[in-house]
């Protein structure tokens, strides 16, 4: 298995003049810092491959061991064309994905692990909170059916920590690449669900701490959690 961290975005709802993921929380660690001490509990630091664009030099100095993938068009492409260069790079390999701005609790990961091992292809949710701004998901016969920021009656929020089965890569892969630049990669996990017949787990991380930073209240709320 293979590990990305999506981390090309310029992140200007926080207001920082540096990438997102090198935002330092109040224990003085980076939210990347910690998603890296956090993801090599439990895998292979060899194995991840962090997605760099905006201001790329400041990440990759910092955390020199891991391996980079570069997008050109960060200032113009969503997260589907991020996630697309980094897959294209590891064809017939299953991927776990993560969304750079994302700070959570380190057990988060023993929930996943069953999965990952039997190849089932899955989003991580939180069933405690449908926030208006964040990606909400439905489900038909225990598998996702809808995956959007527009989702009506949605059952919860996705967190920003993913996974794509081997057998599930290339499907995925084909629908990324007809996604527009705008897009988010759920449209391609959402059209790979319509078109393909994707059968996608939603894994219910809710008792552990998750916060996906995107606003200032977002970093309070989780310097609090801290």
Known sequence: MKIIILAAGIGSRLGNPFPKPLTPLKDGKSIM?????????????????TVVGFKKDLIMERFP???????????????????????????????LWFNGDVVFDEKLLSLLLED?????????????????????????????????????????????????????????????????????????????ISADNLKLKVIDISKYNCIEIDFKEDLENANKLL
Do not use: M, W
């Open 65 to 95: 061991e891991v391996n980079y993938v570069y997008n050109p068009f960060f200032d113009r492409t969503n997260t589907s064309k991020s996630l697309l260069q980094a897959l294209k790079k590891h064809k017939g390999k299953s991927v």
């Open 116 to 192: 990952i091992r039997n190849e089932n292809s899955f989003i991580s949710v939180n069933t405690q909170s449908v926030a208006d701004e964040e990606v909400k998901y439905t489900l038909k016969n225990g598998f996702v059916s809808e995956l959007s920021k527009e989702v009506k009656n949605a059952l919860g929020e996705a967190v920003g920590i993913n996974f794509i089965s081997s057998k599930d890569l290339n499907s995925f892969i084909k629908h990324l690449e007809l996604c527009d630049d705008n897009d988010y990669f759920e449209k391609g996990l959402e059209n790979a």
């Open 33 to 49: 810092q910690k998603q890296l001490q956090n993801i090599k509990k439990y895998f292979d630091i060899n194995d991840v491959t």
